[in-house]
């Protein structure tokens, strides 16, 4: 089989139109994609995953029973195959891509909205995508209230995420486009994310972990170091160092789940408050083994993001504060020092 390329320069043709009632409802989203002459010899269904990566195979060849999907002009099934240059239409109109989650009326902290893209700052506690018990009270809910066309958006726009427990800065895309283009740039490592993270014991020297993640061949809630595991690579940078703790800037390479928490856990250097991987602090003051023991979550903090804007490649940055927990944590350690 042909494998598609993954250089985001092949969408150059995609356009999506929307039209949107006064009430701010989405009324039609129409689609309008040029097949990749990389794409030549696969299925209809499998060049449109290739396409668009955030809807799933399912829900394709459902709208290609619907006669949603065409392929220059007329209906085929999903077995059809695909040479390049062919003129695909979708037409997912009144047919949400989020139908079984509802709007909620959550703040969302917003440091940044235009009409591509919105740059979020999410507080430690909040899940970003329903599900695992926490169908409610999302990140996802939230933005499907605070814009009604995201509804028409795969995981309404959301292209990567954070861990419940884990706060600080995410991007979500307010296009189908912005959102192809987005998780172009995270797969081909574009995207710069970096994180403060304390860790338990004394980092000596700046590193790199190259190790795969993969889920953990027991506890399969849990993540893990496997040798079948998909490529993961962390860069870490020390800030300061603390009795019995070191602050790390973190940097992603990749982004798979639980990474930096897995990769530090890996090296010894689990995170102060991880409740999965975390380990009990070893040799310290007293006070300062109680402070990081209860702790109530992993400290990690999502805090620079850099990309390039999905409409005109401009690159822009933004950078979050610590949230008052960590800042608390880390200014008694500092009184410590």
């Known amino acids: 089989m042909i494998k598609p390329t993954k250089d985001a320069k092949e969408l150059i043709n995609y356009n999506a139109n929307t039209a949107l009632h006064e ?7 129409m689609v309008d994609v040029t097949i990749p002459n990389s794409y030549a010899g696969l299925r209809l269904d499998q060049a449109l995953a290739q396409l668009f990566p955030n809807w799933s195979r399912s829900r394709l060849q459902l709208w290609i ?4 999907i065409t392929l220059d002009g007329k209906a085929v099934n999903s077995k059809q195959k695909v040479w390049g ?3 695909i239409w979708i037409n997912p109109k009144n047919l949400s891509a989020n139908p079984q989650f509802a709007a909620e009326a959550i703040r969302l902290n917003i440091i940044y909205e235009d009409d591509f893209l919105l740059i979020i700052n999410k507080p430690a506690g909040m899940v970003v995508h329903p599900g695992n018990g926490n169908w409610q009270g999302t990140m996802l809910n939230a933005l499907l209230h605070h814009a009604a066309q995201l509804s028409y ?23 189908i486009d912005a959102q192809i283009n987005l998780i172009r740039q995270l797969q ?3 995207v710069k994310r970096n994180y403060l993270a304390l860790v338990l ?8 972990v190259d190790q795969p993640i993969g889920r953990h061949p027991v506890q399969r809630t849990k993540m893990a170091v496997i040798k079948k595991g998909k490529p993961a690579r962390t860069h870490y940078q020390i800030l300061e160092q603390f009795d019995g703790c070191t602050l790390l800037q973190c940097s992603l390479e990749t982004g798979r789940t639980h990474q930096i928490r897995v990769h530090m856990h890996k090296i010894g250097h689990p995170l102060a408050g991880d409740p999965v991987y975390g380990g009990k602090p070893k040799k310290i003051n007293q006070e300062i083994g109680q402070l990081l023991t209860i702790f109530p979550r992993q400290a990690l903090h999502a805090q620079q993001l850099e990309l390039a804007h999905p409409k005109n490649d401009k690159i822009m940055s933004w950078e979050a504060a610590l949230p008052d927990d960590m800042s608390a944590l880390l200014q008694t350690l500092r009184q410590h020092c």
């Open 188 to 190: 081909q490592h574009q």
């Open 153 to 175: 958006i795969p995981r309404a726009g959301i292209v990567h995420r954070l861990d419940k427990d884990t706060s600080g800065l995410l991007v979500v895309a307010k296009t």
């Open 65 to 68: 029973s619907q006669k949603r």
């Open 201 to 208: 014991g004394q980092v000596t020297q700046n590193g790199t």
């Open 85 to 87: 240059n062919e003129q």
């Open 23 to 29: 009430s701010g409802e989405l009324n039609e989203t």
